[in-house]
């Protein structure tokens, strides 16, 4: 497996593969990898890629000062053989002075799907996700991308980018992937405590009560009051449609619910498409 910290090192080896004839697939993380993050590389080798890039990089453009990007969990040791032992083929850990280089001034912003939902709480970080994303794109010269359902938004905006910037690559989205008792994976349950993660439970144990067919408000209500029992704060809880992420009326086939909510000091997220 091949590692690369400089992006013009990066590029010029998958310029080369692809030039070469193989099929290049392209793993975006933040790294502490999990079952989550394998399942996405996993799905890459499922496809028949021949190179799997996988970057490790906590993007500081996608957090807003008050987020967690200094104690966002870091484990490049654990994450290269995560990376090995699943599959991927080069490992890509930049550093943000060689991702962004003095005076950057160039960023991507989506300006529709990203006006609700996470992009309404966290200003600016689809801006920071979309630019780092389209960089990535660039540098690892991909056939195709795997993003995980969870980061369900993300997934939706990053289409419409690869869509209207005529970005030549397809996009796949992978299955959330849940704990035994229902958590989704996230680099970020490593801030829960045991009693925390009990809480947390109630997320996903409230999504998958519902049973389909629920008029929206009902449903939102029904998830909230589940959360607030559980001792959660919540963040937002929408059901949308599922290519506009504009409000739907009805839980209904073509419409996703999703929720975010604090879990003490940890903001989680989750969703299910109907
Ligand atoms: O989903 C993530 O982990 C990040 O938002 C991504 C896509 C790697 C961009 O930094």
Same mark, same amino acid.
């Given at each position: 497996?091949? @590692? ?50 996988? $970057? ?19 484990? !490049? ?6 990376? *090995? ?32 939902? &996470? ?20 540098? $690892? ?17 990053? %289409? *419409? ?18 704990? !035994? ?23 996903? %144990? $409230?999504?998958?009560?519902? %049973? ?16 607030? %029992?559980?001792?959660? @704060? ?21 419409? &996703? ?9 940890? *903001? ?7």
């Amino acid at each position: 497996m091949k @590692k690369f910290t400089d992006p013009a090192k990066l590029q010029k080896w998958c310029r080369e593969r692809r030039a070469a004839g193989a099929k290049i697939a392209l793993v975006p993380t933040m790294g502490y990898l999990h079952e989550g993050h394998v399942s996405l590389i996993k799905e890459a080798v499922r496809r028949g890629a021949d190179e799997i890039v996988v $970057s490790v990089f906590v993007n500081p453009v996608q957090f807003g000062p008050n987020e967690d990007y200094d104690k966002y969990p870091r484990d !490049e040791k654990a994450d290269w053989k995560k990376c *090995r032992e699943a599959g991927a083929t080069a490992v890509f850990f930049p550093t943000p002075a060689n991702m962004y280089l003095d005076r950057h001034s160039v960023y991507v912003t989506e300006e529709d799907l990203s006006r609700g939902l &996470c992009g309404a709480r966290r200003p600016g970080h689809f801006r920071g996700v979309c630019t780092v994303v389209a960089k990535l794109f660039n540098l $690892s010269h991909a056939h195709f991308a795997v993003f995980g359902h969870k980061d369900f938004q993300q997934a939706q905006i990053i %289409k *419409r980018m690869v869509r209207d910037l005529n970005f030549d690559l397809d996009i796949v989205v992978a299955p959330i992937v849940r704990e !035994e008792t229902g958590l989704a994976k996230s680099s970020r349950n490593t801030y829960l405590s045991a009693a925390e993660k009990e809480s947390a439970l109630a997320i996903s %144990k $409230s999504l998958y009560a519902l %049973k389909g067919g629920e008029r929206a408000a009902a449903a939102k209500k029904k998830i909230a009051s589940a959360l607030e %029992k559980a001792g959660l @704060k919540t963040d937002y809880v929408e059901v949308v449609d599922v290519e506009t992420l504009e409000d739907a009326k009805t839980v209904a086939p073509g419409t &996703c619910v999703l929720v975010a909510a604090y879990c003490g000091k940890t *903001r989680l997220i989750d969703n299910r498409e109907f």
